[in-house]
Every structure is written in C-alpha cells, then in structure tokens.
C-alpha cells in the first residue's frame, strides 16, 4: 500500500519556483522526520532538506536560501517550495518519513529545469 505521495513536480525555466508536496497517507508525520532527496541521472540519491520532529531544520548547501521545507501536521503533508530554480536542480525528487524505526519512500516526482 502507498505510503507516501509526492507531487509538484514539472518543468521549469531557470530562475523559476515549483513547490513540492509530499501526502502520507497511513502514518503520521508529528513523530517522524521528513526527509526531501533528489536524484538526477547518473547519479547517487541526494538528501535535499530535513525537518526534524523535533522542529529542527537542515539543508544541503547546495540548496541553502533557494529551498525551504515545511510541514502541515494537521494535512499530513511536508512541502518543499524551491525558488531560482537551477538547472542543476533538475532531478526526481524523493520525499522519506521515518518514524518508529521504519522508513517509508515516495515513488518521487519529476523536476526539470531548463536552461
């Protein structure tokens, strides 16, 4: 059964936003950390951006001041806004809910930025 549901993602010219939402749809997100990756082709899987369940925040430097990652505990979701958009930001993106010792991935959602 489908634990996680990415969506948002698109096509995008470069300079440009998208927001990314993540839906978990069995487990609740108040106890988990979520968790933001992304991997382009021909490369390993990337850890994006973190949001603690303890409310902390982290990000790769790769995508500090451009990404922000949220949560809506009530919804169940966790977003991912993306702004000036690279075309080095081009990737599938992988929303990941752990919590209790189990580790739930999304089927990821296409992002690709044009030049």
């Known amino acids: 059964q489908v634990q996680l549901v990415e969506s948002g993602g698109g096509l995008v010219q470069a300079g440009g936003s998208l927001r990314l939402s993540c839906l978990a749809s069995?487990?609740?997100?108040?106890?988990?950390?979520m968790d933001w990756y992304r991997q382009a082709p021909g490369k390993q899987r990337e850890l994006v951006a973190t949001?603690?369940?303890?409310?902390?925040?982290t990000y790769a430097d790769s995508v500090k001041g451009r990404f922000t990652i949220s949560r809506d505990n009530f919804k169940n979701t966790v977003y991912l806004q993306m702004n000036s958009l690279k075309p080095e930001d081009t990737a599938v993106y992988y929303c990941k809910q752990q919590s209790g010792g189990m580790v739930y991935w999304g089927q990821g959602t296409q992002v690709t930025v044009s030049s």
């Open positions: 069995r487990r609740s997100i108040i106890s988990s950390d």
């Open positions: 949001s603690h369940s303890g409310g902390r925040i």
